[in-house]
């Protein structure tokens, strides 16, 4: 303890978090004990043994591919480790050789991929279930920049027209620093231009007042539903203008636990399930940003309706 509580990756653990971590880390043979000291145990032994320990001690892991396999073992294909990497189990599907697969289990430590045929109808991911995060202050300048008429004198013609559409498309919708609600028969789109991390955390917070489907990005939340969509998205953000939403620690916790698994280390798996299910947590909940960005939103609908 006395040597990794000064380490800057571990500056913030409690000694009681230490000790759990340590504590099933030597129940799941990840390290043992020797004489008084901590070593590798027998599971840490196979899985980064190989190449003379060579991923263990690397910052990033070395470049691998991944064979893909379908549910009764015949070959489909390889995949490269960064992009199986963004996938998740049950949830992505890909394409590959020609047609769309789902991804039903993956097996790093044998660098191998099950995968299912999607359902005809279900579109592939592309590039995993684990998103792409612009922060939030990039995002305000690109509201910025589409709720302007500035010029930019060193875009390529194609590049001007594009921006040019771009600000016709969302000129009735977006407000200069607020960004925007659009409402059509099928759908609400809030254009808040908050960032990947907050519009994920304001997808969980949504889905805890009603039972809608949620598409957040980069730069709004996509929100269908049954009944009355827009009353009851009303209601559900003047609960979350509620700062005790937000502070209320054993919520979130359970929140996080329904987070799709993202593999954000190659050491993940030595985690006990609480220190993971934390990590995710951390990388895709922002919920102060996220009361900001309640507080700070309005807009308008197709008909010119400006929300309270």
Known sequence: WSQLCVVPD???????????????????????????????????????????????????????????????????????????????????????GGRAWGVVAIRHHDRLLKAEPAPRGRQPTWGGASPHFLSAPLCQKILAILTTENGYPYLHPSGEAALGERRAALRDVLDPGRGGLEETSEELRWWNFAGGQINTTLKSALLEFGEWKIIPDNFSLRIRGEGHLRLDFDAAVAHLRDPAFWNDDRRWREIAT????FRLSKFQDVLPPWAESEMLASFAFDRAGALQAVLSTRGKDSRGYEPK
Not at 61 to 85: I, K, M, W
């Open 10 to 96: 571990l500056a913030g653990i409690r000694r009681e978090e230490f000790d759990a971590v340590i504590a099933h880390m030597l129940a799941e043979q990840w390290l043992r004990l020797a004489s008084a000291r901590l070593v590798l145990g027998p599971k840490a032994e196979r899985r980064f043994g190989r190449r003379n320990f060579m991923d263990l001690y690397a910052v990033f892991t070395s470049p691998q591919s991944y064979a893909v396999e379908d549910l009764n073992g015949r070959p489909v294909g390889v995949l490269s480790q960064a992009f199986v990497d963004r996938l998740v189990e049950g949830v992505s599907t890909f394409l590959l």
């Open 258 to 261: 329904g987070l799709p698994n």
